[in-house]
């Protein structure tokens, strides 16, 4: 397995996040019920405009995912709660390239993110994203004290599985 590392996305490294952040909507577009987004003209999907508070807002974290020194991904840590339920972190938002994919990559680098912030955690998992959710099954049940709690959620807030659990 290659060596995970977690850097931290500054202000300057913010155009390789919302360049990383095209693969991912593509990527994503495979769980929509139906489209969420068009190409633009210049062949970009549209900016998403809640990236811009990773840098901005209290408690948001922003990281580029290495893999032997490569970028590989990212890893968006915020407050934010999709269940309503308290929460002292949350993984906004995660991505790993496909050709990392399957190398532990992924599992490496969300378990650093999380072991390194004892608290709640709670991860949303949109319903058709299954292979997501047993990855996030794992990744919470090697990180959690005391269990994970799953709730199956269909509101305005979130459609899907979200996962709480508690990092010592």
Known sequence: MPKVELQTATPELRATVENLFQLYVHDFADF??????????????????????????????????????????????????????????????????????????????????IQDRPGRWEIAVARRNVGALAFWRGVAETAAIGGVETRDQDDNRWNGAILRFVVA
């Open 32 to 113: 929509w019920a139906e489209r969420q987004v068009e190409l633009e003209e210049d062949g970009r999907f549209p900016s998403y405009p809640p990236l811009a508070a990773y840098w901005s807002e209290a408690g948001a974290e922003p990281f580029l995912i290495r893999a032997d020194g490569r970028l590989a991904g990212f890893a968006l840590i915020d407050r934010h709660s999709h269940s309503g339920a308290p929460t002292d972190f949350n993984m906004g938002e995660f991505f790993v390239a496909r050709h990392y994919r399957r190398e532990g990559v992924g599992r490496a680098a969300a378990l650093q993110a």
